[in-house]
């Protein structure tokens, strides 16, 4: 799977490089294989994502053809990427331009999806996610209890929090519970995301759980419609 993510990465890369646009062709799979060095299983399996997420399609008999600009980050709401891997998938070089971190106390919205009671103690972490040194999303995660000592110690501002529950912590993540919608950008939003007063932003509420169901975080991200594009695979029963 992580040959499968390089490659797609490499095939974003590509594109980028050779500065294609929507309605250009890809170079044949003999092409491709040699450039990013894997296998034609491998680079099908990563054109495939790429399929899904809307950046490229498939006419049968003529090739494979980009779908959508790249300039964008791309998030699918069926797929459970981390603001990190959005951005690096997208070719940027991730970063951090405001990090903070303190206890608050667990207010109803807090409680509901951290299932603490309420007035607990609760650790979080507020970000401006920067993509080549650009504003991008403004972060808040909320942690679970048993979370807390772990992150009290990560130093890497830049850090996952996927990666740091999962590989730091050694706890698998299930799924996440969105909820995406338009919000108006307040003037303190403005200047941490350098962005317009009163401009729509996407407003993103996830609870992320563990296998057995129990929260592990919640968080609040405030993304640039300018530099995200969310796309929906939505399927029939």
């Not at 070719?91 to 807090?110: T, W």
């Not at 007063?197 to 057995?212: C, R």
């Not at 300018?226 to 029939?236: A, E, M, Y």
């Amino acid at each position: 799977m992580v040959a499968v993510k390089q490659a797609r990465e490499g095939i974003i890369k590509y594109i980028k490089d050779k500065k294609l646009t929507m309605g250009d062709k890809l170079p044949p799979e003999t092409v491709l294989t040699e450039h990013l060095k894997v296998s034609r299983l491998t680079l099908r399996e990563s054109l495939k994502i790429l399929k899904g997420e809307g950046i490229v399609h498939t006419i049968h008999g003529k090739g494979t053809f980009i779908s959508s600009d790249t300039t964008h980050i791309k998030d699918t709401i069926d797929i459970n990427l981390s603001i990190t891997e959005m951005i690096i998938a997208a070719g940027y070089k991730p970063g951090v331009s405001f990090f903070q971190r303190n206890l608050v106390k667990s207010d109803a919205e807090i409680t509901k999806n951290l299932g603490v009671h309420e007035g607990t103690d609760v650790l979080v972490c507020r970000r401006v996610r920067t993509a080549d040194d650009k504003p991008v999303v403004y972060s808040i995660d909320y942690f679970a209890p048993h979370l807390v000592s772990g992150f009290l110690k990560v130093e890497d501002e830049n850090v996952s929090i996927y990666n740091f529950i999962e590989k730091d912590c050694g706890i698998r993540i299930e799924n996440s519970f969105a909820e995406l919608m338009p919000y108006k950008c307040t003037k303190d939003l403005s200047k941490k995301l350098d962005y317009t007063p009163g401009g729509l932003l996407f407003l993103l509420k996830q609870k992320t759980v563990d296998i057995m169901g129990s929260p592990l975080a919640y968080s609040v991200e405030y993304l640039r419609p300018d530099c995200f594009k969310i796309f929906v695979n939505r399927r029939r029963r």
